[in-house]
């Protein structure tokens, strides 16, 4: 029976001695976890990114051309402008590269207008250029957007830029947009972009124009106005955008002897 026994023991201490050795081959062929092994792990945020890897490309909703168009000022003069959406709630766009292309009856390229801009977390904006020359009419444009720089902004509220007493009159040969321009926001802004749209009754965009303050103070009301050397009858309605870049240090005035920051952010 003891001799039993003993072989018993043999046995389980052989099994034993096999499970280790096993154990210890296998850790030491075992693949490492890394940041490249197509395995979420490690504390990894999503695969391989996030955790100790590399941070994570943001999760966003690609920004929205809404509209494009170009309008008739005199000659082959045209103010051509895009409106654009950011529906994401916590990302807002740094800077990005904007394209306009313009093209004749043929489908050629007869102008390409470019400039950079930024949009804020849950804003609508236009881009507009103004008083655009062309060597012939244009037939038909396009708009692309491009080297996109996405931002996180943690808990971002829209800005409290309010617009008061607007006016719209027509005197003189002119059509004239005034109103006025509160910051109720903390902060003194270098600069504030008014953009403005004018539609008539069928909603086609027929005047556009911008309005540029400088050195806006918090808590500051501040008059503008936009003048078109013509005057429509046919305008129904008006939309305006206000707009500043919080993504911009040289925006924030200095106060005391330190610029000013989004604290957010």
Known sequence: MQHIHKKIIIAIVFILILGVIGGGIYFLVKPRSSCFDGIQNQGEERVDCGGPCLPCEPIVSELEVLKVNAIWQEGLRYDIFAKIK???SDYGVSSFKYQFNIYNSKGEII???EGKNYILPREGKYII????????PPSRISFFLKEINWQKLKDFTPLSLTIYDRVLTEEEGNTQLTGT???QTN??????EINAV????????????THEIRTFLASQKRFFQIIWPRILTNISSIEIKVSTNIFLQENYLKKYGTEEKWHQY
Do not use: R
């Open 198 to 209: 004018l539609f008539d009754s069928l909603e086609n965009p027929i005047l556009v124009g």
């Open 187 to 192: 902060y003194d802004f270098n600069k504030v």
């Open 181 to 183: 321009l509160e910051n």
């Open 86 to 88: 950011n529906s994401n």
């Open 111 to 113: 102008k390409i207008e």
């Open 129 to 136: 250029k103004n008083n655009v020359e062309f060597l012939e």
